[in-house]
């Protein structure tokens, strides 16, 4: 390599690693600890999992916990409802001997091969089975194997699931149907299994989209999905199925869907975001409040992004007065727009500075700049510091 080519390589390498876009090490110069492994928000201990108020009720009932991974969490929901509920079955790409993540191990074996079992590699037809089964009673959860790969399921989705109760005027419905579906980036997926493709669905009336940050939240956000009767597609952050590891309760509980989680409290900045975004965000508060003095930030995980807690996220900007959102996915259009536009209409005159997104970039998603087009520690942190110096 020429000499002045070599030095200009060292000098962005240099430049980049110091402003933290490298996340080859998990300890940032401040000594902030990044990732999930490190997350404070994680409940190690069973005495922590069921502090939670809303698992208030299982120390009374069953105070029984096991340490699960995230994917281990949506096949204890999984085992939960097929053995609760004699119409649930589970179907999708290679699911009956575990899937591609092993999210469906052992249901098969457990349930019978005519409660879960795999269909031919056809999206469409999956979610169209979904449908029909949904129609005449059961309780359908079906996988489709990565997210990038629903749009031929489209369709299916937004013009048959999600609009079969208002078009029969209520007679009919498909409340019965759950879509699971591994989301977002994983280091080296590249553009065809890495995407997050919410905001598509986020358009669509009738339907209901949840994303879970952890095993707890996993485990009692899909027994409610799976009940919850409206059609509901479930996107599961698959950076996170053996990385995040929690005391799970064993017993069978459910969480509000709809209804997000203020997961910090604090004065100066509301911080929202949800899925696996959470814990980038852990750290951008860490470090912001090392290097800020006396700063104090909210942080709030969405859950539910359709329909989003708009009562929670408002509350907590008109006592902030700032707002910063963050997602994985493309800024255009994104969640955080809708987030943005829905707090200027009730906040306005409370906002102390411009509200701040820090999301993908407008690009396909990359294989070899991931690193870059990430919304990191240190993005997420340059827009804090931006929305409270303003």
């Not at 997926?189 to 940050?213: D, L, N």
């Amino acid at each position: 390599m020429p000499t002045l080519a070599r030095r200009l390589l060292t000098r962005s390498l240099t430049a980049v690693q110091r402003r933290g876009y490298a996340v080859g090490s998990t300890q940032s110069p401040d000594g902030i600890q990044q990732g999930v492994a490190f997350s404070q928000l994680l409940k190690r201990v069973p005495e922590d999992a069921l502090r939670n108020p809303e698992l208030a009720p299982m120390s009374a009932i069953d105070g029984e916990t096991r340490k699960m991974n995230l994917f281990q969490a949506v096949n204890d929901a999984m085992s939960i409802a097929l053995a609760t509920d004699d119409n649930a079955v589970v179907f999708g790409e290679d699911v009956s001997f575990g899937g591609v993540f092993r999210a469906t191990t052992g249901l098969a074996e457990k349930f019978g091969k005519d409660r879960v079992f795999n269909t031919p590699l056809t999206e469409q037809g999956i979610a169209g089975f979904a449908i029909g089964m949904a129609a005449v009673g059961h309780t359908a959860i079906a996988e489709i194997q990565f997210a990038d790969y629903i749009f031929p399921a489209f369709d299916q989705i937004v013009n048959e699931a999600a609009k079969y109760r208002y078009r029969s005027g209520n007679q009919f419905n498909v409340g019965g149907m759950t879509i699971r579906t591994p989301c977002s980036a994983v280091g080296h997926g590249g553009h065809y299994h890495s995407q997050s493709p919410e905001a598509f669905f986020t358009h669509c009336p009738g339907i209901k989209i949840v994303t879970p940050r952890s095993p707890i939240q996993a485990k009692g956000l899909l027994l409610a999905s799976i009940r919850d009767r409206n059609p509901v597609i479930f996107f599961e952050p698959k950076n996170l199925y053996r990385a995040a590891v929690e005391e799970v309760p064993v017993a069978d509980y459910e969480l509000p869907l709809g209804k997000a989680e203020i997961l910090k409290r604090g004065k100066d900045v509301t911080v929202v975001g949800y899925g696996a975004q959470i814990y980038t965000l852990e750290n951008a508060i860490q470090l912001a409040e090392k290097r800020i003095p006396g700063l104090s930030c909210e942080l709030i995980d969405l859950r539910t992004l359709l329909p989003w807690d708009v009562d929670t996220v408002v509350e907590s900007v008109n006592r902030t007065g700032r707002l910063v959102i963050a997602h994985e996915a493309p800024k255009t259009s994104g969640m955080g727009a809708e987030i943005a536009s829905t707090v200027m209409e009730h906040c306005f005159l409370r906002l102390e500075s411009p509200i701040q997104r820090v999301c993908g970039w407008d690009t396909p998603f990359p294989l070899i700049f991931e690193k870059f087009y990430m919304p990191n520690m240190v993005r997420c942190f340059d827009a804090i510091k931006k929305a409270v110096e303003y």
